[in-house]
């Protein structure tokens, strides 16, 4: 692996050579795959406790320590680069940087105003019931925005327009960009209950609300998140400064504490989870007192059928993944809407939202079809799968 590199190419062409050599046994796995390791997934390795005995276990902590070390790096330069400008320089003159060749445009009054309303605070913006104050809402209305939310679009902020009247269970198109989509459970109490089913977030996140109810510890972040929320703007909506560790059980791993940042979610959303690995270990995801279990031993909508012992490991040439939701345990007045065994949630990639109607409360979810394509895990990055 060379310095600087990132593990997930340096495991898919370590299980590459795994397939050419045969089977040289669990430990000579380990002791090749480590020395391997450039110098730092080395040094985050030492600093971890226990020891592997598994070369599962090995290659998913690696992975995990180099995608968190990879978004720090990102954002940490993300943050370099919007340094303020210098006392006393000329803010008209353009940046005397002979190695870039990106051509100076100078910004109009207009948009500066408009800028500068955006790096106020959150709530500096916002009424006692959470509305845009009355300068805010005149500028936003003048720059063709919502004059609701801080969104671009109120309608596709709380998707309103989306939402099923009935116990329903849809696709909700959260980017105009990205064509995120979260599955929004609908509630007689219109409490809406979200899960984000094809985001590239290396964080997960949960709602507050949630993380209060299951009396879940709470820890400050050593340094905030920027969020950004549903539109392409540069400027967050809002900075995550909490996280909690909720208990996950995988089929082929002991059980883990999963780290996930608590986000004050508008609307009422009391569930987000947003992480690479949860779209290719082909989940079933069982809700039982805050604890979620993956259990790979279902077979696909091609008749494949995925071992636990190598659930994450196995590169899967099929139509589609199947996941399964089963046995939900949400508050009562909720009701989770049951699909046919055979019936598509998210269609191919062009499709933005499609609605299912409740056809019963009996039966949970019984098979959700993911995703389609050729998958080689683990993943680089889950949107280059829909490009």
Not at 110 to 115: A, I, L
Not at 162 to 182: A, E, F, G, I, M
Not at 264 to 283: A, Q, R
Not at 324 to 344: A, R
């Amino acid at each position: 692996m060379k310095e600087g590199g990132h593990v997930s190419l340096y495991i898919s062409d370590f299980r590459s050579l795994m397939s050419r050599i045969g089977d040289w046994g669990e430990r000579a796995y380990i002791y090749v795959y480590r020395r391997g390791l450039a110098s730092r997934p080395l040094d985050q390795l030492a600093s971890y406790p226990g020891n592997f005995d598994a070369l599962q276990e090995l290659m998913y902590i690696t992975l995990e320590l180099d995608t968190r070390y990879h978004e720090r790096h990102k954002e940490k330069v993300s943050h370099l680069g919007k340094k303020p400008p210098v006392a006393g320089s000329n803010p008209s003159r353009p940046p005397q940087n002979s190695s870039s060749k990106r051509p100076y445009h100078k910004k109009n009054k207009k948009g500066k105003q408009f800028q500068a309303s955006r790096d106020k605070p959150h709530s500096a913006l916002l009424n006692m019931d959470n509305e845009l104050i009355g300068s805010e809402k005149e500028m936003r209305i003048k720059e063709g925005l919502s004059g609701k939310s801080l969104s671009g679009n109120n309608d596709v902020f709380n998707g309103s327009h989306l939402l099923p009247s009935r116990d329903q269970l849809c696709t909700l198109n959260t980017s105009v960009k990205k064509s995120s989509k979260s599955l929004i459970f609908s509630s007689i109490s219109d409490i809406f209950y979200s899960i984000l089913i094809d985001s590239s977030a290396t964080n997960s996140s949960i709602a507050k609300n949630l993380v209060l109810k299951y009396s879940l510890t709470i820890s400050e972040l050593p340094e905030k998140i920027p969020l950004l929320i549903l539109d392409s703007n540069e400027s967050p909506a809002l900075f995550i400064t909490h996280h909690t560790e909720w208990a996950v059980d995988l089929p082929s791993f002991p059980s883990v504490e999963w780290d996930i940042c608590i986000i004050n979610s508008p609307k009422g959303e009391d569930l987000i989870l947003g992480y690479d690995f949860l779209y290719h270990s082909n989940p079933i995801i069982y809700w039982k007192n805050g604890l979620i279990t993956y259990d790979s031993s279902h077979k696909d909508s091609s008749g494949i059928k995925s071992s636990s012992s190598n659930a994450l490991a196995t590169a899967v040439n099929s139509f589609s993944l199947v996941g399964e939701l089963k046995t939900p345990s949400l508050p009562s007045s909720v009701h989770i809407p049951s699909i046919m065994p055979s019936q598509s949630l998210l269609e191919p990639r062009d499709e933005v939202s499609k609605e299912i109607n409740d056809v019963g409360e009996d039966v949970a979810i019984s098979s959700l079809h993911f995703f389609h394509g050729d998958m080689n895990l683990p993943p680089l990055s889950f949107h280059a799968f829909l490009e």
